[in-house]
């Protein structure tokens, strides 16, 4: 613990990201600019959650990663050492029990209490930059009010594919003002940020952007009366645990285009499992 | 430099001022939940818990306007020394502003954002007598149905929220107790 100050940044740049946080929750939806620090991962790899989590951990804190949903990828383990090093604190896989919960791009199965902090993981902060490559123009339209042109894109999608095709990162309004990006969670998760009783916090290490939802927030997934918002999943139960209210991971088994659908949260299936759940390709807990 | 500003900073500055930040956190995302801080002992007339909030939001890039008695040499010391922060005279310089309310009101003149940048605003730290889940009613993002804080008035926080996403933000303390009254919160007469 010597080597390094606790949770790796130094105070100034920790105390720059605390006072970002505050404003971002209080005007939620909207992202603060700060300023991004080098951190010892390439951007891409959850730099601007990493450095939202170290504004945020405390001693007392218990942490969890997860990547996609799973605990155990390259990415969550990496992020889970990185602050079981620097900051000392435990860290758990249970979404339960953990206080802190850094995400990339997905919100937990298990709903989240009064007392989590969420970090998400976010790419490409600006809902509107796909549609509008100026950070000028994109300010001055938030600044307005002025987001016609995304009801244009998910117009176009209808035109198009007959329905709202985008399927992550699906743009929602916040307390009725600003538009804003999820991160690309799957539109199944949409319904999780709205009302959710956990403080979310949103990371932007590239873009150098951090964006908020204070628990209890309206949180609308922009659509049409004649279309409206969908939270899609794969049409099929875990092949493991049985689940059919988790979102799904497609898995490809064999080279005869054989396929399996599993949880994408690892902790949720894992808990199922040893609860006794058993689905059509699994075995039950403890049989090898 | 009196010896007197020397003192009364955090024990252990990286794991005090985490600690206090999530209270200052859970504070500014749920208006009208009262956290308790500590780690702070800063000369009277400042509190333990408006204290704690220089301490952890100020630095040499926060500007910090003093008002009314709370312009003293000995705080102008002690903030100098533990945060570096500039204090300004003309509370539109300011990031940040420390008083009882009477003395920072009224609202006008704080920096209160642009349309396209609206958290450039300033944070007010209002000194309070008292501070209890009671009497103005506040409905909101991070309030669940309604929440009630013992606010100094109701028409100047009224009218502070009719300009979201402009607006000020406002830390109340009293002793070492704190709560977070954001731009985002309605405020009625309770």
């Known amino acids: ?288 | 430099m009196e010896a007197a500003a020397l003192g009364g900073g955090f024990g252990d500055a990286p794991v005090d001022s985490a600690r206090a930040f999530r209270a200052v956190m859970r504070a500014m995302a749920r208006p009208g939940t009262v956290e308790v801080v500590a780690g702070a002992a800063p000369p009277a007339p400042l509190s333990v818990a408006a204290g704690v909030a220089v301490l952890v939001l100020c630095d040499p890039g926060t500007p910090v306007y003093l008002a009314g008695g709370h312009d003293t040499r000995g705080l102008r010391g002690w903030i100098g020394f533990h945060t570096g922060a500039p204090v300004v005279a003309e509370r539109g310089d300011a990031m940040f502003a420390l008083g009882v309310w009477e003395s920072l009101a009224p609202l006008d003149g704080y920096a209160l954002g642009e349309p396209e940048f609206p958290d450039r605003s300033a944070t007010l730290i209002v000194e309070m007598d008292r501070l209890e889940p009671c009497g103005a009613r506040l409905t909101g993002p991070g309030i669940k149905g309604g929440a009630a804080l013992s606010l100094p008035e109701v028409a100047a926080f009224r009218d502070n929220a009719a300009r979201f996403p402009l607006g000020l933000d406002f830390l109340l303390c009293c002793g070492d107790r704190l709560a977070g009254l954001p731009r985002s919160s309605h405020v009625e007469a309770g």
């Open chain 1, 1 to 288: 613990m010597s080597e390094y100050n606790f949770a790796y940044l130094d105070e100034q740049t920790k105390r720059m990201i605390r006072r970002a946080i505050l404003k971002a929750l209080a005007i939620p939806g909207y992202q603060v600019p700060f300023a991004s620090r080098e951190m010892p991962m390439p951007y891409g790899w959850g730099t601007g959650g990493v450095q939202v989590s170290a504004a945020c951990l405390m001693p007392e804190d218990t942490f969890k990663v997860i990547d996609q949903g799973a605990d155990d990828t390259t990415n969550a383990v990496s992020i889970r050492k990185f602050f079981e090093k620097t900051a000392g604190v435990a860290t758990t896989e249970e979404t339960a029990r953990a206080s802190v919960i850094q995400t990339r791009h997905r919100i937990p199965e298990t709903p989240l209490g009064e007392d989590q902090i969420l970090v998400y993981q976010v790419p490409i902060p600006e809902p509107l930059r796909f549609l509008e490559p100026s950070e000028v123009e994109t300010r001055k339209m938030h600044a307005l009010e002025e987001y016609g042109l995304m009801h244009v894109k998910l117009y176009e999608d209808i035109s198009r594919h007959g329905a709202i095709a985008t399927a992550y990162a699906y743009p929602v309004k916040v307390a009725g003002r600003y538009v804003m990006d999820p991160s690309p969670i799957p539109k199944f998760d949409n319904p999780k940020l709205g009302d959710c009783p956990a403080i979310q916090l949103f990371g932007a290490g590239r873009e150098q952007r951090i964006y908020a939802l204070p628990p209890w927030t309206a949180v609308v997934s922009l659509d049409f009366e004649d279309h409206p918002f969908e939270a899609s999943k794969a049409a099929a139960d875990c092949a493991l645990c049985g689940a059919g209210d988790s979102y799904l991971d497609e898995v490809i088994v064999d080279d005869e285009g054989g396929r399996m659908f599993v949880c994408s949260d690892t902790d949720y299936c894992r808990a199922r499992r040893a609860a006794g759940h058993v689905g059509a390709q699994g075995a039950p807990e403890g049989v090898a």
